[in-house]
C-alpha cells in the first residue's frame, strides 16, 4: 500500500510536439494520467489593439502523474501529441509535488497572472 502512495507522488516532465499541449492533456486524460499544464494573461498587441491572451507558461512542457499502473512510460510516449520524457541519463526527470502545487497556487484562474512586456506611459 505505501508503494501505490509513492507512485502517488511522482510527477514527471514531459517534452510535447510543437503547439500540441493541449492535444498530448486530452490524449492523456482518455488514459487516466493526471496531467498539468500551467497557463497565464499575456498582454500583447494583436491586429493593433492591446489585449490578454491565454498562453501556456512552458511552451513545449507538459507535468504528468501517473497513478493508474495500467498507464505504463511506453504508452504515455507513444500518445499523440507527446514527444518524449525530459530525462537525465536515461531515467526520467522527477518533479517534486511541491512545485506542482505552488504552481497551481500562483497560477489559479481567480487570481490573473499578467505578464506583460508592453511600454508603459513614459516608457522611452
Given at each position: 500500500m505505501s508503494k501505490m502512495?509513492?507512485?502517488?507522488?511522482?510527477?514527471?516532465?514531459?517534452?510535447?510536439k510543437t503547439r500540441q499541449e493541449k492535444r498530448a492533456m486530452e490524449n492523456?486524460?482518455?488514459?487516466?494520467?493526471?496531467?498539468?499544464?500551467?497557463?497565464?494573461f499575456v498582454e500583447k498587441i494583436l491586429r493593433g489593439k492591446k489585449s490578454q491572451v491565454i498562453e501556456v507558461l512552458f511552451p513545449g512542457y507538459l507535468f504528468v502523474n501517473f497513478r493508474n499502473p495500467a498507464s505504463s512510460v511506453h504508452s504515455i510516449k507513444n500518445t499523440?501529441?507527446?514527444h518524449s520524457f525530459v530525462s537525465f541519463g536515461g531515467t526520467p526527470a522527477q518533479v517534486t509535488s511541491t512545485l506542482i502545487q505552488e504552481l497551481k497556487e500562483k497560477t489559479k484562474t481567480s487570481e490573473i497572472l499578467l505578464i506583460s512586456n508592453l511600454p508603459k506611459k513614459g516608457d522611452k
Amino acid at each position: 500500500m505505501s508503494k501505490m502512495k509513492s507512485a502517488e507522488e511522482k510527477w514527471f516532465l514531459l517534452k510535447t510536439k510543437t503547439r500540441q499541449e493541449k492535444r498530448a492533456m486530452e490524449n492523456l486524460s482518455r488514459q487516466h494520467v493526471d496531467c498539468y499544464c500551467p497557463e497565464a494573461f499575456v498582454e500583447k498587441i494583436l491586429r493593433g489593439k492591446k489585449s490578454q491572451v491565454i498562453e501556456v507558461l512552458f511552451p513545449g512542457y507538459l507535468f504528468v502523474n501517473f497513478r493508474n499502473p495500467a498507464s505504463s512510460v511506453h504508452s504515455i510516449k507513444n500518445t499523440r501529441g507527446v514527444h518524449s520524457f525530459v530525462s537525465f541519463g536515461g531515467t526520467p526527470a522527477q518533479v517534486t509535488s511541491t512545485l506542482i502545487q505552488e504552481l497551481k497556487e500562483k497560477t489559479k484562474t481567480s487570481e490573473i497572472l499578467l505578464i506583460s512586456n508592453l511600454p508603459k506611459k513614459g516608457d522611452k
